[in-house]
């Protein structure tokens, strides 16, 4: 079965320093992978997905991540955080076993301190 | 374009009582999906869609739990003899089809069961 854990419920960064949120997933097929932030009240907003082209996916809001097969991670950058960043961040995986439903990570609470 | 809406925002129901929950998806999705977000359990998949057909309602946590769409369109959840345990957040999302096809979600309905 598919599976992701997001390491760090909570993170913390100060405004402009670099923001790192781990991914790692377990798949038994080629996964398809996703970044979806989600701000207080709101739905889930797409950030990025990969679907096996290259490995380095750039998204919105300056966001970037890196499929690592190897390590079997995903994990979302950004060089600089802003204020706007603080929101939850939530990793999933399409289970490719025919209906594509998502399997989300726990989430990771970004705070950006001033 | 109108996005995936839900309605309602909010319900707040006794324990006991039956609720509806809406989804109207993006215009020519073909997929629709259910999950749900608790503080215990996170997101987790309730059920999936395609057209008016569902293959996987794998997710459905009992009996209580059912869905049905509409024209391959409008989707309503459907909570029998509700418990404080459904309280959650419940976010309906869309996708042209199904595989690498993005996900998009509702703001979802918060429900609170008294």
């Known amino acids: 079965a598919q599976s992701v854990t997001q390491l760090g419920s909570h993170v913390s960064v100060s405004e402009g320093a670099l923001v790192l949120l781990r991914c790692n997933y377990s798949s038994s097929v080629p996964p398809y992978l996703f970044w979806y932030v989600q701000y207080p009240n709101q739905g889930l907003q797409l950030l990025l997905k990969?679907?096996?082209?290259?490995?380095l996916v750039k998204g919105i809001n300056g966001f970037e991540a890196e499929f690592k097969k190897s390590e079997t991670s995903f994990h979302l950058t950004k060089p600089s955080a802003h204020m706007s960043d603080a929101a939850e961040y939530f990793c999933a995986v399409s289970d490719a076993s025919g209906t594509y439903k998502y399997i989300f990570g726990t989430g990771t609470r970004l705070k950006v301190l001033a | 374009g109108a996005g995936v809406s839900q309605s309602p925002s909010n319900k707040v129901t006794e324990k006991g009582k039956d609720v509806e929950l809406r989804c109207d998806p993006i215009s020519g999705h073909t997929a629709l999906y259910w999950y749900r977000q608790s503080l215990g359990q996170g997101l987790e998949f309730l059920i999936y869609f395609q057209g008016n057909s569902a293959p996987d309602k794998s997710g459905l946590p009992s009996d209580r739990f059912s869905a049905e769409r509409t024209g391959g369109s409008v989707s309503t959840l459907t909570i029998q003899r509700t418990q404080q345990e459904d309280s959650a957040v419940y976010l309906c999302?869309?996708?042209?089809?199904?595989?690498?096809?993005?996900?998009?979600f509702g703001p979802g309905t918060r429900l609170t069961v008294l």
């Open positions: 990969y679907t096996s082209a290259a490995t």
């Open positions: 999302a869309s996708s042209y089809d199904r595989g690498t096809d993005t996900q998009y």
